[in-house]
């Protein structure tokens, strides 16, 4: 993951895990035009979320494991002394 794209991957991690997300959610707040510009790209290709399908219910996106393992690992980074 590129530095620059590294935060803005865990704010969207941290955006996904707060709630669940449709994947109409994400698109709306997520999308992006700008090929530099590819956290949700990013995100699938790493693995850090998944497409979760749920008969009769709209597609959910959710964080994988390795999405939690990343967030954790950003929370302790962030609180160590």
Partial sequence: MSEILAPL?????????????????VME?????????TVWEDAIDAG?????????QPLRIDLTQAGRDLLQ?????????
């Fill in 48 to 56: 850090l979320i998944t497409r979760v399908h749920t008969p009769g």
């Fill in 9 to 25: 991957t865990i704010d969207f991690l941290t955006w996904l895990a707060a709630r669940p997300r449709t994947y109409q959610d």
């Fill in 73 to 81: 690992e950003q929370t302790n980074e962030n609180h160590r002394p």
């Fill in 29 to 37: 707040a997520w999308r992006t035009s700008c090929p530099r510009l």
